[in-house]
């Protein structure tokens, strides 16, 4: 079956501008997450959705960061006001009753 | 935050040898996973090992984990080409939701 999608594969954009990545889960999954790896590291947790609801928004960095999971299964990570550090992979994950994550193939966000 | 470290940092071995990958980590555990990348894109999920399960095997992987020293190891046997990624460490802790703290990776060259 198909696996965990994201959208797009690559985003370059401008300091300061707004953008958003977008994450199609494994169909049935209840449980979506959003990591972000910089180069060289493993990736960090960011949200972490059970339905349509954030159960834990613990690693987002700060309030420039926003996402959403309004009918449980697509997501869309938000990014405002984007700065050179926010560069990295933003991967996405959706996972079943096991603790088993599946991963998507990320999106490479640069911003110049 | 990093949860923990993988040792070695780089490995590289040559076809059919074996590699064994080692990760520590920090904090009390619900259960540790085992991924692989490819080009710093979507991970591969390898094998999930329990708090209560000391050791699993997965066709040529064989993961051993020791929660009085917190601390895992991951064996590739007879290793092949394509077995050339980066392998991370995650831990799903005690008494949180199922969100992943990934180590700093152990980069893998298995060569001809």
């Known amino acids: 079956g198909a696996g965990v999608s994201q959208t797009p594969s690559n985003k370059v954009t401008e300091k300061g501008k707004y953008v958003e990545l977008r994450c199609d889960p494994i169909?049935?999954?209840?449980?979506l997450y959003w990591y972000r790896q910089s180069l060289g590291q493993g990736p960090e947790f960011l949200i972490y959705?059970?339905?349509?609801?954030?159960?834990?928004d613990s690693g987002l960095p700060n309030d420039r960061f926003f996402a959403v999971r309004p009918e449980g299964s697509v997501s869309t990570l938000k990014i405002q006001r984007t700065e050179r550090g926010d560069s990295a992979v933003y991967l996405c994950?959706?996972?079943?009753?096991?603790?088993?994550?599946?991963f998507g193939p990320g999106t490479r966000l640069t911003v110049l | 935050s990093q949860q923990g470290e993988e040792d070695p940092q780089a490995l590289s071995i040559q076809e059919g040898e074996n590699a064994t990958m080692n990760c520590s980590y920090k904090t009390s555990i619900n259960n540790l996973q085992w991924y692989r990348q490819n080009s710093g894109r979507g991970l591969v999920h390898l094998i999930l090992?329990?708090?209560?399960?000391r050791e699993k095997h997965s066709g040529r992987l064989r993961v051993t984990l020791d929660t009085s020293k917190k601390s895992s190891s991951l064996l590739i046997t007879a290793s092949r080409a394509a077995d050339t990624a980066s392998y991370f460490c995650a831990t799903g802790k005690t008494g949180t939701a199922s969100k992943l703290t990934f180590g700093t990776g152990t980069r893998l060259q298995v060569t001809l």
């Open positions: 090992i329990r708090s209560n399960e």
């Open positions: 994950a959706s996972g079943d009753s096991t603790d088993t994550q599946y």
């Open positions: 169909s049935g999954h209840t449980a």
């Open positions: 959705f059970q339905g349509t609801g954030a159960a834990d």
